[in-house]
């Protein structure tokens, strides 16, 4: 019984080589996306080629369904694909396991919930979001905050990764700011890190002083670490600068060192 993991492990494998036998986003339609997206333009040759790999798996794996009138076409299900597998380049596809659906409207959509006051009355609110992720269920975007160069909260925002960052986060459960940290990794020195940074920004706020970061990250812990994810892959000296113990954590969980990345106008993507 010890090696059944093991087993099913070597089989999964297996059968995603065959899949990508026959499933590999074509190159050129590859090149074109990642030349769109700078993040994407500064992984170096290797790593966008595992990246393309994990992309393709994804597409095979989970459905890209636009919604609200809106026609999704190839280039668009490769620019989501490969941006949400930036977050687990170095990790594994099985981080997103457990759902099936990605879900584009053209523009913000609107959602109701249900909110209890301090009386004990229940209130419906209404919304309008670029993006939403449920715990086991899909993600949900507009695809006009999350096109390439939108950055609808100014530099460094990327919806995609913000959700896809939420995802991440629901895998203990409600999303809270605390994913499964991996082995070596130390949940007191996470822990202390991301609070201390998070109170610091959320004083701030508060005092309404001009913060380096999206001031809305200090909504909760749960957007603190969606945003803060975003920083980390697209503005990775910004958020070393502004909470480097922060960026630490992220760089041991994430298992990426985007600091070290420079884009390459003149590199070329080998298929």
């Known amino acids: 019984m010890s090696r059944a993991p093991g087993v099913l492990t070597r089989l999964r494998r297996w059968w995603r080589s065959r899949i990508l036998l026959h499933r590999r986003i074509p190159a050129r339609l590859w090149a074109a996306c990642v030349a769109e997206v700078p993040v994407l333009a500064a992984l170096d040759r290797d790593a966008q080629h595992r990246l393309r790999l994990l992309a393709s798996l994804f597409l095979h794996e989970k459905t890209v369904n636009g919604a609200g009138g809106l026609e999704v076409d190839a280039r668009m299900r490769v620019l989501i694909a490969a941006q949400a597998c930036l977050l687990i380049l170095e990790l594994d596809l099985d981080w997103f396991d457990g759902w099936s659906e990605v879900i584009v409207y053209p523009d913000t ?95 701030k706020v508060e005092r309404h002083h001009h913060t380096a970061i999206d001031p809305y990250a200090a909504e909760n812990p749960a957007e603190f670490f969606a945003v803060l994810s975003e920083l980390f892959f697209e503005l990775p000296q910004r958020l070393h600068h502004t909470y480097p113990d922060v960026y630490r954590q992220l760089q041991l969980f994430y298992r990426q060192d985007p600091l070290q990345r420079q884009p390459d106008p003149h590199r070329e993507y080998a298929p």
């Open 109 to 203: 959509f609107v959602v109701t919930h249900e909110e209890m006051d301090a009386a004990g009355v229940v209130h419906e609110k209404r919304r309008a979001l670029g993006g939403e992720a449920w715990g086991r269920g899909p993600v949900i975007l507009s695809w006009d905050d999350a096109r390439p160069d939108a950055s609808p909260h100014g530099a460094g925002s990327n919806v995609i990764l913000h959700e896809f960052a939420h995802k991440l986060d629901m895998l203990n459960g409600a999303a809270n700011g605390m994913p499964p940290l991996h082995p070596g990794m130390v949940r007191e020195d996470w822990t202390r890190a991301l609070s201390q940074a998070y109170r610091d920004l959320y004083d």
